[in-house]
């Protein structure tokens, strides 16, 4: 069963970082793009960014509202992606889905995993 | 505001036909870009339930069908069941913003 679990959520302050993973299984990890999607409470979906596989540079896109402070990278051989987010900031607080896929549609989507920035 | 409009809410009986639109234009759908459109169930993650403006990935049922057409798609959803209630969303790409796009989501209740 193709899988991706998320992981790292928590409750942090304005200003301080946090690391996101999601963990892949299921499917060879290596050949898919990798995206984050976010939402806010009650709220709709808001795509964070992507990084592409490998054979395509591993190169990565970002949403306007997260660049500069956001970065995503991979570990194939462990089969995770992260989401190293800096310089928080309380509109960032919501939920952090990865799901498999860049430009394209997003399938499957991991359950989410929860942040909030708050002081 | 997001740059791809959906109707907030659409309502219908069970047993009915009812269609989300998802308004976009020339930098995205327009420009030729694919939808794709999933359907969120109340707490639980997005799932696809089309792709490649009209396309069904296996085990979503036939009611489900999309359409495009010029800057605009279009979700159908025929013989309506109190399980499709639920959120909505579009999504495709756009050009000028070099990313990927949602749709507001369109909250559709079953009477």
């Known amino acids: 069963e193709v899988q991706l679990v998320e992981s790292g959520g928590d409750l942090v302050q304005p200003g301080r970082s946090l690391r996101l993973s999601c963990t892949a299984s299921?499917?060879?990890?290596?050949?898919?793009?990798l995206s984050w999607v976010r939402q806010a409470p009650g709220k709709g979906l808001e795509w964070v960014g992507f990084i592409r596989r490998k054979t395509y540079d591993g190169t990565t896109e970002y949403a306007a509202s997260v660049k500069g402070r956001f970065t995503i990278s991979r570990d194939d051989s462990k089969s995770i992606a992260y989401l190293q987010m800096n310089s928080l900031k309380t509109e960032d607080t919501a939920v952090y889905y990865c799901t498999r896929g860049d430009t394209g549609a997003f399938d499957p989507w991991g359950q989410g995993t929860l942040v909030t920035v708050s002081s | 505001q997001s740059v791809l409009t959906q109707p907030p809410s659409v309502s219908g009986a069970p047993g009915q036909r009812v269609t989300i639109s998802c308004t976009g234009s020339?930098?995205?759908?327009?420009?030729?870009?694919?939808v794709h459109w999933y359907q969120q169930l109340p707490g639980i993650a997005p799932k696809l339930l089309i792709y490649?403006?009209?396309n069904r990935p296996s085990g979503v049922p036939d009611r489900f069908s999309g359409s495009k057409s010029g800057t605009s798609a279009s979700l159908a959803i025929t013989g309506l069941q109190a399980e499709d209630e639920a959120d909505y969303y579009c999504?495709?790409?756009?050009?000028?913003?070099?990313?990927?796009?949602f749709g507001g989501g369109t909250k559709l209740t079953v009477l």
């Open positions: 490649g403006n009209n």
């Open positions: 020339s930098s995205n759908i327009g420009a030729g870009y694919d």
């Open positions: 299921g499917f060879t990890f290596g050949d898919y793009a």
């Open positions: 999504q495709s790409h756009d050009s000028s913003l070099s990313g990927v796009i």
